[in-house]
């Protein structure tokens, strides 16, 4: 069962456009986080956000956690090639014993056109 | 300092093999998770560890196991392998941040079955 649904899997668009992904689930999460994974190497991460409603920006992504804590977007503005890669999104759900698991969506392969 | 450091980087079995991976995590932290990715599972939660205690473990039969030394070290051993074993293995280092847990991820073993 598939926890994090995250959309596109697939985007493709020119360079200078804005782009937005989305991550839904029916889960409360206690965080959300994005990374940013590279062809043959691990995910990195690129920001946590904790609290509904919440608004982080980085350079020219903005990323949102739903009011609900529940779902979550990465909007892009102006997107680079430099863009180019696999975006995850990942909600953070506490089990006993304060452990913590990552429940990752399928995540966005997206590619910037020059 | 140092990242998460994940050896080694490539391995090829034969079905019915096993094999052992291992994870050095960030310095001071005391947790480790497993993840397997696939192109059609994305990443999925296979254990965590901390302090050389299992505290959480995903949906993955038991040929799937793992240990954590007094270093903090963690390894990861699949028995019997299947040609459905193969797939980039990333391990996961982390610490509380005071409100939520920071997680760094090691570029990942990449396992071929064959």
């Known amino acids: 069962t598939q926890l994090l649904e995250q959309s596109p899997q697939f985007l493709s668009i020119q360079e200078g456009e804005n782009l937005t992904v989305y991550c839904n689930s029916s889960?409360?999460?206690?965080?959300l986080q994005w990374y940013r994974q590279e062809p043959g190497e691990g995910p990195v991460l690129l920001v946590t956000?904790?609290?509904?409603?919440e608004v982080k920006k980085l350079k020219r992504l903005t990323f949102q956690f739903g009011d609900a804590r529940k779902d979550s977007s990465l909007h892009i503005t102006a997107a680079q090639p430099g863009d180019t890669g696999l975006y995850l999104c990942?909600?953070?759900?506490?089990?006993?014993?304060?452990?913590?698991?990552?429940?990752f969506g399928q995540g966005t392969r997206l590619t910037i056109n020059p | 300092k140092a990242g998460v450091t994940q050896t080694p980087r490539y391995l090829i079995k034969t079905r019915g093999q096993q094999v052992t991976l291992s994870c050095s995590p960030i310095?001071?932290?005391?947790?480790v998770s497993w993840y397997q990715q696939t192109p059609g599972q994305g990443l999925q939660f296979l254990f965590e560890?901390?302090?050389?205690?299992?505290?959480n473990k995903g949906n993955f039969p038991g040929r799937f196991s793992g240990r954590q030394f007094s270093n903090s070290r963690s390894e990861m051993n699949v028995s019997t392998l299947e040609l459905g074993d193969s797939a980039l293995y990333l391990c996961?280092?982390?610490?509380?941040?005071?409100?939520?847990?920071?997680?760094?991820f090691g570029s990942g073993t990449r396992l071929t079955v064959v």
């Open positions: 996961a280092s982390s610490s509380w941040t005071g409100v939520n847990y920071g997680y760094t």
């Open positions: 889960s409360v999460f206690s965080s």
């Open positions: 956000v904790v609290t509904g409603g």
């Open positions: 990942a909600g953070a759900l506490f089990v006993i014993q304060g452990a913590q698991k990552l429940v």
């Open positions: 310095s001071g932290h005391r947790s």
């Open positions: 560890y901390f302090s050389e205690t299992q505290r």
